[in-house]
C-alpha cells in the first residue's frame, strides 16, 4: 500500500522481506541514477535485509557502487573496530566485503579516536566537502531516535558525543552476551546533517516500532521524538511493515 500521510511517503508493505526488496530498489534506483551518489548509511537488524538485497543485485550485474561514497550515522565509543559488535564489523559482513565499493569512500565515525570531539568535527567536515548526503537512510529506535539522537531537551545539530538512553542500551542488549556488554556512549551524526540530505529513506519493521513511527507521522515535533522532525523535511519516504505501521491502518 502507498500513500501520503502529512506530506510524506508511505508504502506499508505486508512483511519484512517484501520491505527490504523495496528499500534496495529505491537505493538501487538512486546510484544508477547518480553514479557518485554519496548514501548516508544505518547498521542495525532491520537494515540488513536491505543490505542482502543490494549484494544480490551487484552480483547480479545489477548495481555498480565504484564511484559511490557513503557516511554511516553512526558508531559506538568507545569500541574496537574488530569487535563484531561495532558498525565497523557490521558494514564490513553485511555490505562492503561483497559489493566493489572503494574502501577509501566508505566513511564511519572512528570508534578508537584518541579525542572523540575532535572526530566529530572531522566528520561532519568530511561530509560537507563531499556536499552533503544525497540519500540517507534511517532505521527507528523503539523511542524513536534516528541514528543515536536520543529523546532530549533540544535537537542537536552537529555530529556529537552521546550517552546512549537507557531503553536504547536494552533494545541492543539483544546483540551482546548481556546488557552490561552494551557501550554506553557513541558518536553520531546530528539533526542538521540529516535534515540537509536531499533524501531520506526511513526503515522500520516489527510492532515494537509502531508508536514510534505513528509519532514521527502524526505527533508533535518534538525532540523527545527526536524522528518528528522529519514532518519538517521536503522529501521524505517511509517503508514500514504491516506490523510496524498497525497505528497507521
Known sequence: MECFLNNTKVFIDENYEELSLRSAQIIKNQVDAVPGTVLGLATGSTLIGTYDELVRLHKAGEVDFSKVVSFNLDEYFPIKKSDNQSYYYYMKKHLFNHVNILAENTHIPDSEAAD???????????????????????????????????????????????????????????????????????????????????????????????????????????????????QLHPNVTIIADKEAARLLL
Open 116 to 230: 572523540y570531539e575532535a572526530e566529530c568535527a572531522a566528520y561532519e567536515e568530511k561530509i560537507t566537502a563531499h556536499g552533503g548526503i544525497d540519500l540517507q537512510i534511517l532505521g527507528i529506535g523503539n523511542n524513536g531516535h534516528i541514528g543515536f539522537n536520543e529523546p532530549g531537551d533540544a535537537f542537536i545539530s552537529q555530529a556529537h558525543y552521546v550517552k546512549l538512553d537507557e531503553s536504547t542500551i536494552k533494545a541492543n542488549s539483544r546483540f551482546f552476551d548481556n546488557e552490561n556488554d552494551v557501550p554506553k556512549h557513541a558518536i553520531t551524526v546530528g539533526m542538521r546533517t540529516i535534515m540537509t540530505a536531499k533524501k531520506i529513506l526511513l526503515l522500520a519493521s516489527g510492532e515494537k516500532k509502531a508508536e514510534a513511527i505513528f509519532q514521527t507521522i502524526h505527533g508533535a515535533i518534538t525532540p523527545r521524538v527526536p524522528a518528528s522532525i522529519l
